[in-house]
Every structure is written in structure tokens, then in C-alpha cells.
Nanobody, 128 residues
Framework: QVQLAESGGGSVQDGGSLRLSCKVS????????LGWFRQAPGKEREGVAG???????VYADSVKGRFTISKDGTKNIMYLQMNSLKPEDSAMYYC??????????????????????WGQGTQVTVSS
């Protein structure tokens, strides 16, 4: 059974930083694509950043230069370092994993539809 568990969300001031973690268990394929997504109230779920089993990464334009995605294969954990946070970054953040696919899929329109396995989410709130 594939399980994903996010942690690290919280409330910060404009310009602050947070690091999200996503612990993955039960996914046995060696080729995969991991993604961070977020959803604010009343908005569609959007891709934030992705990383594949080869280490290729992709970022949404809105977070380039501020967010960094990484993974620790030995611990099956994916991270999202978020710096220079803005109020518009406030959302529920989810991690997702599925079999190998172009990492660009994470930030594509409706990219979330390509992923079958999701965590429960962690809330990020940035106040001005």
C-alpha cells in the first residue's frame, strides 16, 4: 500500500521560510515522478515543483528562485525548501507520486490528474 505523509507546514510572516517533507512508503518502482502541489480555497490544485527518479527537476514560474525541491533516496523523503514566502503562497500543500513520466507533467495544466497517489496535505499560511 502506497502511503505519503507530509509535514513541516505552518504559519510564517511575509518573507519567511519553511521546509516541507514528504515521507513515501510502499512505492516499489525504481522509476517514478514526485511532485509538490498546492491548493488554495476556491482555486484549482496546481503543481509547484517536481523531481523524478533521475533527479530532474521542474518548478512553476511563480516559485522559481524561491523554492527548492530535493529528495533523499535512502530515506524515501522528498523536501520542499520554501524561501521568501509570500501571502499568495498560502495554501494546502500536497505531495504526490506515480510511475515514471516527464517531470514537466507536474507543472502542466491539470498535471495533478496524472498522479494516483497523494498525501493528506500540510497547511502553509503566510501573513503580510
Amino acid at each position: 500500500q502506497v502511503q505519503l505523509a507530509e509535514s513541516g507546514g505552518g504559519s510564517v510572516q511575509d518573507g519567511g521560510s519553511l521546509r516541507l517533507s514528504c515521507k513515501v512508503s510502499g512505492f516499489t518502482y525504481s522509476d517514478y515522478c514526485l511532485g509538490w502541489f498546492r491548493q488554495a480555497p476556491g482555486k484549482e490544485r496546481e503543481g509547484v515543483a517536481g523531481i523524478d527518479s533521475n533527479g530532474m527537476t521542474v518548478y512553476a514560474d511563480s516559485v522559481k528562485g524561491r523554492f527548492t525541491i530535493s529528495k533523499d533516496g535512502t530515506k524515501n523523503i522528498m523536501y520542499l525548501q520554501m524561501n521568501s514566502l509570500k501571502p499568495e503562497d498560502s495554501a494546502m500543500y500536497y505531495c504526490a507520486i506515480d510511475g515514471f513520466r516527464p517531470v514537466s507533467m507536474v507543472v502542466a495544466l491539470n498535471g495533478a490528474n496524472a498522479f494516483d497517489y497523494w498525501g493528506q496535505g500540510t497547511q502553509v499560511t503566510v501573513s503580510s
